[in-house]
C-alpha cells in the first residue's frame, strides 16, 4: 500500500503563505489523480483542491484564486501553495490517492495530515 507523508504546515498570520508537500512511496504516482483535503475540528473532511493524472486542476470555491495544486511526477510529489491564507483556512491537511487517474473516484489511501493554523 501506498504511503503519503505530508510537511510544510505550521503557524502563519492572516494573509501569509504556506506550501504543503506530500511526498509518495510509489513509483507509479504519476498513474494517480491527488488530492488535499482539509478538516477543521467539528466539521467534516472537505475537498481544498485535486489534480489528474493529466495535470487537469479543480479547487473548492472558497479556496479559488489562492491555492495552487501542482504535482511533480519525478519526484513522487503533489504540493499545495496557499496565499492569502485566512483564519477560515485553519484545518488538518490531508492528501490522498485516488483510485485511478480522474478525480471521480475514491480515495484509497491518506496521509497523516498536517496542521495549518492562521492567526495572528
Known amino acids: 500500500q501506498v504511503q503519503l507523508v505530508e510537511s510544510g504546515g505550521g503557524l502563519v498570520q492572516p494573509g501569509g503563505s504556506l506550501k504543503l508537500s506530500c511526498a509518495a512511496s510509489?513509483?507509479?504516482?504519476?498513474?494517480?489523480?491527488m488530492g488535499w483535503y482539509r478538516q477543521a475540528p467539528g466539521k467534516q473532511r472537505e475537498l481544498v483542491a485535486s489534480?489528474?493524472?493529466?495535470?487537469?486542476?479543480d479547487y473548492a470555491d472558497s479556496v479559488k484564486g489562492r491555492f495552487t495544486i501542482s504535482r511533480d511526477n519525478d519526484k513522487n510529489t503533489v504540493y499545495l501553495q496557499m496565499n492569502n491564507l485566512e483564519p477560515g483556512d485553519t484545518a488538518v491537511y490531508y492528501c490522498?490517492?485516488?483510485?485511478?487517474?480522474?478525480?471521480?473516484?475514491?480515495?484509497?489511501?491518506w496521509g497523516q495530515g498536517t496542521q495549518v493554523t492562521v492567526s495572528s
Open positions: 490522498g490517492r485516488y483510485s485511478g487517474g480522474d478525480a471521480m473516484g475514491d480515495i484509497r489511501s
Open positions: 489534480i489528474t493524472s493529466g495535470e487537469r486542476t
Open positions: 510509489e513509483s507509479i504516482f504519476r498513474m494517480y489523480a
